[in-house]
């Protein structure tokens, strides 16, 4: 072994030994969420980027398919759009129902808050609109329950503050479950009843495990989205605006 | 044993050339302050324009080419800038129904993101084409973790990335939120959630113990806090030690500056979030004092 080799070796050695063994003393100095907004420069190599992508979403998703009368929002426990998207759930189940020749017993339905993104607009609706309110592709599910697991579907309800539901009124002292009424009558825990909600929640999304495991569970073949721009349309073709409203669906004393 | 030394010795004689770059770049930081910027980014959702201007809540907020120029500025004043994000890059504009990520991901690989975490919407499209679009992604996918090795992810993410910004060493992991009951099975099949406390410390513990790292981050997309007792930023903040800094996501929430509270030893760890859509930018700027060597976070005093 070549002496000087082995001396710069021994000294870069020792020299890197030290120098990863210092620990450097760190102080935090600030933080800040910073504000993006007009007021912000704008990068004109990204907008260029874009530009191609925007045009194309853009001629697919200016379309106007309605009005609306105000603005609906989507908020816990009950809001005008959670319960405008949950009669639109429970408008397409029961049409199923018709159309299949199959019992008529009460259909509840159930859309979480947590999944309708963005509120629909006052004045038009555009396509972008609705999907910006439902960008998921998630279709509807028609379950069929047994009372207990639609009583347990309430009592959460309770402790998650409330959901989009249509076919069904239920108060709450607390968290705690006081009434629920399905078609204006108490729930029969060995009833079976219809519940129609996303495939998302039907497989336990959002914590909703109680109606996993339906006896029946049938998609009807229509994304919530589709469902949803159908509704407006239909609206729209009648001359009507969009909207909806708080009834105390769900009430917290 | 001849033979087995001359291959050792050849082997450090190689690592040596790397230690000849190392030490000088040590030496000339003895006595000073290194400062180093995090900008961090979470829950983007696909938000590639800012907010139309009619938003209830966020009028013309947001957008790639204004965090762009926001960034390059940045970059502009600052020598050692790391930018990351913390999940859920997907879901939520047509972006995303049209492109399926692949836009989000090109994009922020060209400003230059350093490295992301997987959010449960990564998972909305199925795991098949998480893998398909992270494979294409030029920024690593840090998961400390998910066991993902019986997936369609295994080997496309790495438990940790270590940046060297000068002599500071900056090791960052990714924490992953409980998939179940947030994602329908078959999407993210294969994947084992771990605890992310465990996991994250362990992996924390090896960079700062034997990767010798300056600072811990930790991106994390478990949400910020909740009622229930789920994993959160705060709870992993107060239950580790080796992690310095928590970028968070999945709970949308916005913080007025970011929260400083202490570890399960009394150390300071920090906890930011940016809210959600790409509407804020986070940044947390750090000096590294090089004559120092008491390695602990320490605050401004002006905090």
Known sequence: MDLNKYILFIGLLIGLVACQQKEHKVTYQEGSNILIDATTATDSGM?????????????????????SKKELLADKPESPLSNFVSDVIQHQAQAYLIQHKMDSIPVVSLMNIKGLRAPIPL??????????????????????????????????LGTSEGDGIAGASVVYDGTKLREVLLDNKAIDPKKNYFLATSDYLANGGDHYHMIMNASFKRKINMKLREAIIEEIQDLSDKDLDVDANVEGRIIFN | MINNRRKFLKTI?????????????????????????????????????????????????????RRFALIKQVRREEEHVLLLDSGDIFQGTPYFNFYKGELDIKLMGEMGYDAGTIGNHEFDNGIDELANQISKSNFPFLCSNYKLNNSALDGLTQPYKIFKKGPIKIGVIGLGIQLNGLVTPVNYKGVDCL?????????????????????????????????????SDIKTAKNTKYIDVLLGGHTHTFLDQP???NN???????????????????????????????GNLAFNAQL
């Open chain 2, 13 to 65: 004689a190689f690592g040596s050339a790397a230690g000849m770059l190392t030490i000088p770049s040590c030496k000339v930081g003895n006595g000073g302050k290194v400062k180093v910027t995090i900008l961090h980014t979470n829950d983007v959702h696909s938000h590639i324009e800012p907010f139309p201007d009619n938003h209830a809540k966020y009028p013309g907020q947001g957008g790639f080419a």
């Open chain 1, 47 to 67: 907008m260029e980027k874009v530009a191609p992508y925007k045009a194309d979403i853009d001629a697919k998703m200016n379309t106007i398919i309605g009005r």
């Open chain 2, 259 to 261: 929260t400083i509270l």
């Open chain 1, 123 to 156: 004045g038009d609706i555009t396509i972008r609109n609705i999907f910006e309110v439902m960008p998921f592709e998630n279709e509807i599910v028609l379950l069929a329950l047994p009372g207990d697991s639609i009583l347990s579907l309430f009592k959460y």
């Open chain 2, 264 to 294: 399960k030893e009394g150390n300071a760890v920090i906890v930011n979030q940016t809210g959600w859509g790409g509407i804020n930018l986070g940044r947390l700027d750090f000096t590294f004092d090089t004559s120092d060597t008491s």
């Open chain 2, 195 to 231: 605890d992310p406390v465990v996991e994250g410390e362990k992996v924390a513990q090896y960079l700062k113990e034997k990767e010798k790292c300056n600072l811990v981050i930790a991106l994390s997309h478990l949400g910020y806090e909740y009622k229930q007792d789920y994993f």
